[in-house]
């Protein structure tokens, strides 16, 4: 039972994160889905301690990513375990591209945790869902602060909130 309850977790943040990796069909004509897909891409080359709260379908849960060295790492019941690499996130966001139609759209300025951000808008039509986003995207560093998504009209939402300070693999 546990198993089963990690692989939805490794889901779910894996849907969270496929939705933000997915970038627009030609990404020259739209720079800003470029931005958000550059940050996004950049994410896990970078160590980072990601922070998810998620409603799917009227079930609430949290839980916490670490990419570092390469590899993914999840927390579920306090218990850390790692999962697939990030070069499989990268294939799999590329596979998504060719297949999902994505709009992004600057929105404003504004401050996460006393860091300049740009906020955008991201609605994405792959051929399983629909999603809208909010991302913020550290204008010092390019790096993704936060992210909302809503999935299938609202039925579902995944925010999350990226730290990159003294990141370690937690095993």
Same mark, same amino acid.
């Given at each position: 039972?546990?198993?089963?309850?990690?692989?939805?977790?490794?889901?779910?943040?894996?849907?969270?994160?496929?939705?933000?990796?997915?970038?627009?069909?030609?990404?020259?004509?739209?720079?800003?889905? =470029?931005?958000?897909?550059?940050?996004?891409?950049?994410?896990?080359?970078?160590?980072?301690?990601?922070?998810?709260?998620?409603?799917?379908?009227?079930?609430?849960?949290?839980?916490?990513?670490?990419?570092?060295?390469?590899? /993914?790492?999840?927390?579920?019941?306090?218990?850390?375990?790692?999962?697939?690499?990030?070069?499989?996130? =990268?294939?799999?966001?590329? =596979?998504?591209?060719?297949?999902?139609?994505?709009?992004?759209?600057?929105?404003?300025?504004?401050?996460?945790?006393?860091?300049?951000?740009?906020?955008?808008?991201?609605?994405?039509?792959?051929?399983?869902?629909?999603?809208?986003?909010?991302?913020?995207?550290? =204008?010092?560093?390019?790096?993704?602060?936060?992210?909302?998504?809503?999935?299938?009209?609202?039925?579902?939402?995944?925010?999350?909130?990226?730290?990159?300070?003294? /990141?370690?693999?937690?095993?």
């Amino acid at each position: 039972m546990e198993t089963t309850r990690k692989r939805l977790l490794y889901i779910m943040v894996g849907c969270a994160f496929g939705h933000l990796l997915t970038g627009a069909l030609p990404l020259a004509a739209q720079d800003d889905c =470029k931005l958000v897909l550059d940050g996004m891409i950049k994410l896990f080359d970078t160590p980072t301690h990601a922070y998810v709260t998620m409603d799917i379908a009227g079930k609430p849960q949290t839980g916490e990513s670490i990419y570092a060295g390469g590899l /993914v790492y999840a927390e579920y019941n306090g218990k850390w375990s790692a999962g697939g690499t990030t070069k499989e996130i =990268k294939e799999i966001a590329e =596979k998504n591209r060719q297949n999902n139609k994505t709009t992004c759209r600057y929105l404003k300025d504004e401050p996460v945790n006393g860091e300049m951000a740009a906020v955008y808008s991201v609605h994405e039509v792959s051929p399983r869902s629909t999603s809208d986003s909010k991302t913020w995207i550290s =204008k010092a560093k390019g790096l993704p602060l936060r992210s909302d998504i809503d999935l299938e009209g609202g039925k579902s939402h995944i925010s999350t909130r990226y730290e990159y300070g003294n /990141v370690r693999p937690p095993m």
